[in-house]
Every structure is written in C-alpha cells, then in structure tokens.
C-alpha cells in the first residue's frame, strides 16, 4: 500500500459534534473520526457520480483511513497509546494524573514514551502540548415555519446554541490514508478539496469547516525527516504492538482473536442518515467502536457495516483500520 498524509488547514470554526453525547449539537470537538470523513467523501463523490466506486474501493481495502488528528507547526500528534504504564505506579500521583489526562501524544515523543512505560526512561506528560485551540458557544436563533397552533401566530424564535471549536494559527488536523493506486489517491485529493469549499462536519450550511488542504505528503522514503519514522511503523508487519490510528471495528470472525492481549477503550458511533431519497432525517444503527489509540497484538481488517433502519438503499459507516506497529 501507499500511504499519503493530508493536512487540513481550517479556515473557520468548526462544529464536530460528540457521538457520544446526548446533546451533541452543544458539544464541541476538535477531531474527527474516519466514519465521518468517509461520510463526507461519500457525499462529494455521489454528486461526482464516483460513490459505487469510491465504495467498492474501501471495501476491497484499496482505501484506508485513519482519524482525523491534531498538527501544530510540523508536530504531528497521535492518539495516546492505551499501555498499561506499569512502571509508574509508584511515581508521583500528580504524574499519573497528567498522564491520564493526556489524550494526544507528539509522534516525536512516542520512542520516550514507550520506554517510560517499562521503567527505561522518563518521560514528563507536562511538557506535551494539549491546546490546539479553543472552545465556545455560538449563539443562534431558530424561527419557526409553521404558525402557533395555539393563537394562529406566528411562533415566538427560540434562541439555542452551538458548541464550535476554533484552531489556532498554525494548527489542524491531518489524517493518513493508504491507496492502492494513485488513482485512488488523486481521486481523494480531489474530493477533498471539493470538501473544503463546502464544509465538513456539522452546521456547515452555517459557515463551519471550511478548509484548504495541503499538497498530500507521500510517505514513500521522500517525506521530510520528522516524518520517516511514521512512514517506517506504518509499514511494520512483524511488530510486538500495534497502535489503532483509526476508530474502527473488527468483523465478527475476527473478534476473537483481536480480542487477545488487547488494550483499548471503546468509542460510540452513531448518528442520522442524510438523503434525498427520505423527507426526514433516521437514525443510524449505534456501534461501539475500538477508539483510536487502543493497541492490539495483531492486526485486524474490519468491514464497512450497513447502519441504515429501514432505508430505501444501503448506508454504511466506514470501520477498516490503519495500524502503527511498535515494539514494546
């Protein structure tokens, strides 16, 4: 496979509300799982007239992806590793709160970090980065269509809010996909940039997600220094560990043995289904997912899993892995 890394560079705030969150139109997160950027690519090749393809292509695992993940400058971050830090239970409480804590990791740090795991190094969770940028609350007003049943008047607008995030200069997210052409990457790059100029995520009717995307990085032995390293553990077959980099879900067959050795923690996915073929918007069926940062003993395939609940045509929620293999 050839894997290329995609930086997108956001040009307005962006409302990537929690799966996993009861009211998640309040909520506010800065990443995105890679579900919900296939979604997106979905909707741009549908109106391309590519979608049977794009489908078939990740079905058949000629397109990979992974999450969508924090940069700052040229520090790449991934999610924090799921590894018992056996050696730190006798350290000071205060360092393992912040470790607890810390969700992304620099991909610089990850050697120092693994061998602080095991008692071989130290490593200070204080020093890392955990602001990419910053929360708030934008305000609307919803006005109603339809007359007051009640008086035959017009309904009184309702204010309501919307949870957005907002980048600092110089920060992102990039994600990483696996091709198995470069057609299939081209191809990509093109919807993605057609996804840049419309929005990804939520309430980009309203303005949020615009982006420009960077020339894509191929991570053929050309990229730049900092970046060899991921290049090399994405390529790794024979490794001891194996870092998820993408939300994803095994197939039934595979569970078991995936199961084995594993740590991880689990992530909700759901939603509703956007279609010109329904008047009104469905649930998605719900999954729990194996969040990115879980590690594993081998690898697993995954699937693209039907989510639709009685729709006219298939709806599918996109769970096929990209893998970092290290050696603990």
Known sequence: MNYCLFKLNFLTPVHFGASDSARSLESAGMTLCADTIFSALCHEAQRAGGLDELIETARSSGL????????????????KPALPATKLADSDPSLRKLMKKLRYLPLSLL???????S?????????????????FANEKVSI?????????????????????????????????????S??????????????GAEGIGGKISAGFGKFWLAEGVTLDGSEPACLQPLAKMLREESASHYILLTSSLPTDDELPATMENAQYTLIRRAGFVQSDR???????R??????????????????LYD???????????????IFLGVNV
Do not use: W
Request: proline share 8%; charged share 25%; aromatic share 14%.
């Open 286 to 303: 719900t999954q729990y997912f194996f969040a990115a940062g879980s590690v594993f003993g081998r690898k697993f395939d995954g699937d």
């Open 144 to 180: 109603a269509r339809e007359a007051d049943p009640a008086t035959g008047g017009a309904k009184d607008a309702e204010p309501f809010s919307v949870g957005a995030f907002r980048f600092e200069d110089g920060c992102g997210l990039y994600f990483i996909a696996a091709f198995a």
């Open 278 to 284: 329904i008047s009104n918007p469905r649930k998605k």
């Open 64 to 79: 990979l992806l992974s999450d969508a993940m924090p940069f700052c400058g040229e520090e790449f971050y991934i999610p």
């Open 119 to 135: 008692g071989k190094g130290a490593f200070d969770p204080a020093s890392v980065r955990s602001r990419f940028g910053e929360t």
């Open 182 to 195: 470069r057609e299939i990457m081209e191809s990509v790059a093109r919807l993605m940039n057609l996804l």
């Open 307 to 321: 989510v639709g609940e009685n729709m006219p045509h298939p709806v599918y929620r996109y769970a096929k892995p």
């Open 111 to 117: 050697p120092e970090f693994m061998d602080s795991l």
